[in-house]
């Protein structure tokens, strides 16, 4: 692989990472334990397993590394499996605490940083597309998130915490259909949009904003 290709395959690393940090970062604190849809695991499971796979497939499985932790690599590998045919019942004391989880994303990416030079050009193309896969995972789990459990100019806005009701999501010059993450053209440009708290706001419900011109 030339350089200037690995260069740019780590500088799209570097920038979904940003990403998906970003979209954790809307997360209050006391919401990550939340469960936004009762058939996915709970936000947790994201802040470990993007890199956890990453370190997975590339660090154990192409690098022929240990692991850097047996209990982080495997739990946040898969979470925890739902009974057979039921939605998931873990709890959010079967999860480790934020700081070590976060300590274990700094590890795997310090490590990963430093051999990416003996990474192949596939596997590094296929720990870019998982983190963008699940970088459209968050958004709309976070979307199906009460404003009174994210950092959004919105927390003041009474909602019923399921499913907000406005039908477009309008922030600056960024409009994208209700249901964006399913469509290509929208989940590009918000990811190409994306800026921390200015795109993720629903407009004001009418009642509030009776001014407001409708988007059509
Ligand atoms: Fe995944």
């Given at each position: 692989m030339s350089l200037v290709l690995?260069?740019?395959i780590q500088d799209e690393i570097a920038r979904a990472r940003g990403i998906t940090d970003r979209l954790m970062a809307q997360v209050l604190p006391e919401a990550l334990y939340d469960r936004s849809i009762p058939e996915r695991h709970r936000l947790?499971?994201?802040?470990?397993?993007?890199?956890?796979?990453?370190?997975?497939?590339?660090?154990?499985?192409?690098?022929?590394?240990?692991p850097l932790s047996e209990e982080l690599d495997s739990l946040f590998a898969f979470g925890i499996d739902p009974?057979?045919?039921?939605?998931?019942?873990?709890?959010?004391?079967?999860?480790p605490n934020p700081f070590v989880i976060r300590r274990y994303v700094t590890q795997v990416r310090n490590n990963l940083d430093r051999l990416m030079r003996q990474i192949p050009e596939t596997p590094l193309r296929m720990i870019l597309e998982h983190r963008l896969m699940h970088a459209e995972t968050l958004i709309y789990l976070i979307h199906n998130l009460p404003y009174s459990r994210r950092l959004t100019r919105m927390r003041g806005i009474e909602s019923d915490g399921?499913?907000?009701p406005e039908q477009f999501l309008r922030r600056?010059?960024?409009?994208?259909?209700?249901?964006?993450?399913?469509?290509?053209?929208?989940?590009?440009?918000v990811l190409?949009?994306?800026?921390?708290?200015?795109?993720?706001?629903?407009?004001?419900?009418q009642s509030?904003?009776?001014g407001a011109a409708k988007e059509s």
């Open positions: 690995r260069a740019s947790v499971f994201y802040l470990g397993h993007l890199d956890a796979f990453d370190w997975n497939i590339v660090g154990r499985g192409v690098l022929g590394l240990g009974p057979q045919g039921e939605l998931p019942k873990d709890k959010a004391s079967d999860w399921s499913s907000p600056q010059s960024l409009i994208v259909c209700d249901r964006f993450w399913k469509c290509r053209k929208c989940l590009h440009r190409a949009n994306w800026r921390i708290g200015l795109f993720y706001d629903r407009d004001p419900p509030m904003n009776p």
